[in-house]
């Protein structure tokens, strides 16, 4: 029944967007050589802004894709402005892609368009229309790997749910990826709801709408069966950048009482949900890597060293 539930959720959208597809309408090269695109969307009836960094050297090259967590990527809030990727993947054969945009929108196709965040196709967007215009333009070679933080540590599960033959390899850092229990369902409200201002009922509909369950990996564990999987949560108790001094806090006595306050809660709470997930694909034999360290709130300065720590496992699998 999940399996039946699973198809009726998750194609019909991929299926009806794609022949039209997304076109690159606008470039501009950056200074540091990152390129923006703006990006014309049939499905989200909208353009939307991409970074890229293409790959070093020649010949076709795979793609990573990384999401941003609930703020989309507004506010400086994105893995440009947040990490060092610029530098990390200067010399690395491999095209990074960040798509900007989605705050508290779960990349998930919704159900209806929402009063406050509008019009919401990411699914489709992201798994069916831009990697054809990214493949393409950037001459890639169809192997894909993809990672997000927090809520987007929810999504990139769902979308390789939503498109299986797609990724590779998959990064989840500080996410929650379970929708349909009460504490799945109460992440997911606190983020549309309480930071988004948006509406879960038109995004999955009512708690017990089917769409929930569709959309949860923690029922689905064994479609990642055969992907390369990386999985890290911190312990949500003050770490090494819970500093006065710290990346991102630069002596502002509020940043780090919001880090240590805020940022510890949404930590341990992602970290009860990873645990959960860790238990479960064991149990499945799934094979993944789980990186549970102790000290770590929900902050950036983390999830670049997550970052750097899978990128070994996702090079091999792109590899392969």
């Known amino acids: 029944m999940a399996c039946v539930a699973l198809a009726g959720q998750?194609?019909?959208?991929?299926?009806?967007?794609?022949?039209?597809?997304?076109?690159?309408?606008?470039e501009?090269?950056?200074?540091?050589?990152?390129?923006?695109?703006t990006v014309r969307s049939p499905a989200m009836r909208r353009s939307l802004s991409v970074k890229v960094i293409p790959a070093s050297g020649g010949g076709p090259a795979p793609t990573l894709y990384l999401?941003?967590?609930?703020?989309?990527?507004?506010?400086?809030?994105?893995?440009?402005?947040?990490?060092?990727?610029?530098s990390f993947f200067a010399d690395q054969h491999v095209n990074v892609v960040v798509p900007m945009g989605g705050a508290a929108s779960y990349f998930t196709d919704w159900k209806r368009p929402d009063p406050t965040l509008g019009y919401q196709k990411w699914a489709t967007f992201l798994t069916d229309e831009l990697p054809r215009a990214i493949d393409k333009r950037f001459d890639a070679n169809g192997r894909n790997?993809?990672?997000?933080?927090?809520?987007?540590?929810?999504?990139?599960?769902?979308l390789s749910l939503h498109a299986p033959q797609l990724y590779r390899a998959i990064g989840s850092f500080s996410g929650c990826a379970q929708t349909s229990d009460p504490l799945g369902q109460?992440?997911?409200?606190?983020?549309?709801?309480g930071r988004g201002g948006g509406n879960t009922l038109n995004m999955w509909g009512p708690s017990t709408d089917p769409a929930w369950r569709a959309n949860d990996p923690y029922l689905h564990v064994d479609k990642f069966r055969g992907k390369s999987v990386y999985v890290s949560n911190g312990s949500g108790t003050p770490g090494r950048y819970d500093t006065i001094n710290g990346p991102g806090i630069d002596g502002s006595g509020s940043k780090l009482f919001d880090?240590?306050?805020?940022?510890a809660v949404i930590e341990t709470a992602t970290g009860e949900c990873t645990r959960n997930l860790?238990?479960?694909?064991?149990?499945?034999?799934?094979?993944?890597?789980f990186h549970l360290y102790e000290g770590g709130t929900h902050a950036w300065p983390y999830w670049q060293d997550e970052l750097h720590r899978a990128w070994p496992q996702f090079r091999r699998a792109l590899a392969a």
């Not at 998750?10 to 606008?26: E, F, R």
């Not at 400086?76 to 610029?86: E, K, L, N, Y």
């Not at 880090?259 to 940022?263: E, I, K, S």
């Open 28 to 37: 501009h090269v950056r200074p540091t050589h990152e390129i923006d695109l």
């Open 10 to 26: 998750l194609m019909p959208a991929m299926s009806s967007a794609a022949p039209l597809g997304a076109t690159i309408v606008a």
């Open 145 to 158: 790997a993809i990672a997000g933080i927090s809520m987007a540590g929810t999504s990139v599960f769902q």
């Open 67 to 86: 999401l941003n967590g609930a703020a989309g990527g507004e506010g400086g809030s994105s893995w440009f402005d947040q990490t060092d990727i610029r």
């Open 186 to 193: 109460a992440v997911v409200r606190m983020v549309v709801e």
């Open 259 to 263: 880090q240590l306050a805020v940022g």
């Open 278 to 289: 860790q238990r479960r694909m064991r149990e499945q034999g799934v094979p993944a890597t």
